[in-house]
């Protein structure tokens, strides 16, 4: 391995995805809309089928708790907002990022992998001087290689949480395995 930027971000990339593994690995559909607490944000189906997230514009206080469903949900927007934005095509809104569904949850995720795979395969040294506007705004000074790290520690936050999720519904709900 050599020992540009480029391949020690791929290298974190590639090292916080195998953490995710561990988890998406052993996710089961009924851990997704587990509810933690009583105050929660989730994902809901409309009239049409579709699932939705709660959201607010302005952050509630309290926080709700997010579930793995919206975990995984907000995950996969920022993260295919980012693909938009590093690959020049028009950013999704957040309402054209669609949810699976718990039963759909995990592939869904893991073709974000290999999109972001993709993305980085394209990128070159000089790139990462570029600046970037996402997630912040443009005049904030920061580069395409802060936007790249960003996406790994907000990946590793992520699936933290979805991890720590699916632990505590396993000793407060356990799921029957095999005999």
Do not use: Y
């Amino acid at each position: 391995m050599s020992d540009s930027r480029l391949d020690l971000l791929r290298w974190q990339f590639d090292f916080t995805w195998s953490l995710a593994e561990v988890h998406l690995a052993e996710l089961v559909p009924e851990d997704f809309l587990w509810e933690p607490a009583p105050l929660c944000w989730t994902m809901h189906r409309d009239s049409a089928g579709t699932w939705t997230p709660d959201w607010a514009d302005t952050e509630p206080d309290p926080i709700p708790v997010p579930t793995a469903a919206w975990v995984s949900w907000h995950l996969g927007w920022w993260m295919s907002v980012t693909v938009d934005h590093l690959s020049g095509a028009p950013p999704r809104s957040r309402d054209d990022v669609r949810w699976p569904g718990p039963d759909g949850a995990v592939a869904w995720l893991r073709g974000f992998r290999d999109e972001w795979l993709t993305v980085l395969g394209g990128l070159t040294e000089a790139r990462l001087d570029e600046p970037s506007a996402f997630p912040w705004p443009q005049d904030a000074g920061l580069t395409v290689a802060n936007q790249l790290a960003w996406v790994n520690a907000e990946l590793m936050k992520n699936v933290a949480e979805i991890g720590q999720l699916r632990l505590l519904r396993a000793v407060r709900e356990p799921v029957s395995g095999p005999a």
